[in-house]
């Protein structure tokens, strides 16, 4: 009776829908997530790798189970927690829903663009020779403030823009982001990410490189100090870089160790944990029933 246990389906086990199978990007369609994500004159497209069941639906099942736990631990009792993906999904298109409910208007893709930010975007840079190819390099750069405008300004050698009447606000600024990103990607283009990044961020802009899984591995100063990824050594596949964990701990240690091989632990679980008989145990590898 004190068990908590949680089931992962796609719309749940209730309702009209509950006999719909699938997955991750199937859930993020249904939930609104495709239709909010690309340009305004594309297809939707699916928003990120594996964010919605990987990210999402497991932060709302630690939230859950948590929630369970209290209750235990008040009343002794568990619970069955019935997550369905699809609407743990929903909860990431919030501010459509906002502004529905407020405005009457169904919110459209933006691409690289917000209601918050102009000029905002990413935009290309010099090109770099990899792996006997030519990769192209970009950066995201976005301004918030007339603060931040003219720290943009001043650092691509556009001090005319600031006091331009065009530009002056950012409601001006809105309406003219096609002249804006025109002139940004001309300063971009013939410098590294890099630097563009760097130079802007001292000048108080917001700015960061689009990083591939190179940089995220080898050149990246703040994983690299962090440690992020570790080398570790599996019995089957050998060396490989795994992600450590994105947090520390003053008074742990943690350690990230490989996975295990199928059937590793069946002696421990079987009769360390079940206290199932040997003579059980025996029949089940006889049978196939246990791998």
């Not at 246990?5 to 369609?29: N, Q, Y």
């Not at 609104?32 to 990120?48: Q, R, T, V």
């Not at 990044?197 to 050149?219: F, I, P, R, Y």
């Amino acid at each position: 009776p004190d068990i908590i246990m949680v089931s992962h389906s796609l719309t749940g086990l209730t309702g009209p829908w509950k006999h719909i199978k699938g997955h991750g990007p199937m859930a993020a369609a249904m939930a609104g997530m495709h239709h909010l994500s690309g340009y305004p004159d594309a297809a939707p497209i699916n928003p990120a790798q594996a964010f919605t069941d990987y990210v999402v639906n497991p932060h709302h099942s630690a939230l859950a189970i948590m929630a369970a736990l209290r209750h235990r631990r008040k009343t002794g009792d568990g619970q069955y927690i019935d997550l369905a993906q699809y609407e743990s999904i929903a909860h990431t298109t919030g501010t459509s829903i906002l502004e529905y409910t407020t405005s009457g208007r169904v919110q459209t893709r933006n691409g690289n663009r917000s209601h918050h930010s102009a000029p905002q975007g990413v935009y290309q840079c010099e090109s770099i020779p990899l792996d006997g190819r030519i990769e192209e390099r970009w950066c995201a750069i976005s301004v918030s403030n007339n603060q931040e405008w003219q720290g943009l300004c001043e650092v691509i050698d556009r001090p005319d823009l600031v006091g331009d009447e065009r530009f002056a606000t950012f409601e001006a600024r809105k309406e003219r982001e096609d002249e804006i990103d025109s002139v940004i990607s001309a300063w971009t283009a013939n410098r590294p990410a890099e630097g563009v990044m760097l130079q802007l961020q001292a000048g108080g802009v917001a700015a960061g490189v689009v990083q591939n899984a190179k940089d995220l591995l080898v050149s990246d100063p703040q994983l690299t100090h962090s440690a992020h990824y570790r080398e570790v050594v599996h019995a089957e596949t050998g060396k490989s870089a795994y992600d450590g964990p994105p947090f520390s701990m003053s008074d742990t240690v943690l350690d990230v160790r490989p996975a295990p091989l199928l059937g590793e632990h069946n002696d421990y679980i079987f009769r360390n944990l079940l206290s199932v008989e040997d003579e059980e145990i025996d029949l089940g590898y006889v049978e196939g029933y246990i791998a």
